[in-house]
Structure formats: C-alpha cells, structure tokens
C-alpha cells in the first residue's frame, strides 16, 4: 500500500474484539483505514461531505491456509455522492489500489 501513496490509518482488530467485548472466537478479521493523502485532500476540496466515506477500508482475512483482501471500490465516493467532479480521484484511487492488490498476487 505504501508503495502506491497509502498510509494505514487505522486498524481494527475484528477478532481481538469480539474476543474481548462479547467472548466470540471467530477467523484472523483486519479493518484498515487506508488513505492517500493526495487524493484525499482533492475529495475533500471538491466536497467536504466525502469525508464520511474516508478512508478507504481494506479486510484482511483468514481464508483456510491462505489470506483474502477485500477493498471498497472508490468509485462509491462518486456514486454515493452524485458528484462527478470526484471521478478523477476515484479512478486514480482504483488504480493505485489495483496495483497494490497486483503486487500482493505476485
């Protein structure tokens, strides 16, 4: 994620959680805030309300031997929003984002 702009922002730890709050064991469950200061800075210029669908959540998760990573299309920020003015940082997220998931396959 580094590589493509991303810091983690936050990380939740799905599994110590629910451990701890209501005694359930379940699989390895990582939430990651992922963001890309760049982008981030234009959404929010083009629309401050875009700020409830940032940052941008990334799962990790156990799956049999393996792991899963699962990632929030950006181009909800312009589908939810109606605004088109933040397509351009909703493309250039997915491709960042695409090439990250890339770099993890290889």
Request: aromatic share 2%.
């Amino acid at each position: 994620m580094a590589e493509q702009g991303f810091g983690i922002l936050t990380e939740i730890d799905v599994q110590a959680t629910l451990r701890q709050k209501r005694g359930v064991e379940m699989e390895p469950y990582l939430i990651l805030g992922a963001c890309a200061p760049d982008l981030a800075q234009q959404a929010l210029e083009a629309d401050r309300g875009v700020g409830v669908l940032l940052p941008c959540n990334v799962v990790v998760s156990q799956a049999g031997d393996g792991s899963t990573v699962q990632v929030l299309d950006p181009q909800t920020m312009v589908s939810m929003t109606g605004r088109p003015e933040l397509q351009p940082m909703a493309d250039e997220a997915g491709r960042r984002l695409d090439a990250a998931l890339a770099a993890l396959r290889s």
